[in-house]
């Protein structure tokens, strides 16, 4: 199991940075996993505009460079990990 470089302050529905509303992108070779500590959060991928819900026990995948956008749907706590590599299947 690989350990994240980063990880985010953790987050709710009224701290949560505007710019992770908007679409924007990881970094050449940076993946980001998601983790939803409370509540609901929805992950859309901005090419293929699929749309996930994650939760506490589902966790969100970032490749790196994948356009992308998250939106809270409840009250909500979550925080980011960022990894040099590929962090699956560990991450899911």
Do not use: C, N
């Not at 992108?25 to 609901?40: A, M, Q």
């Amino acid at each position: 199991m690989i350990a994240p470089y980063r990880t985010t302050p953790i987050f709710d529905e009224t701290t949560l940075p505007e710019a992770l509303k908007r679409e924007h992108r990881t970094k050449d070779g940076v993946w980001g996993v998601i983790r939803v500590l409370e509540g609901e959060l929805k992950f859309v991928l901005a090419e293929s505009g699929s749309e996930t819900i994650l939760t506490p026990a589902r966790p969100g995948l970032v490749q790196p460079q994948q356009m992308h956008r998250v939106e809270p749907l409840s009250k909500l706590r979550m925080q980011i990990e960022f990894y040099d590599r590929d962090p699956a299947p560990s991450s899911r």
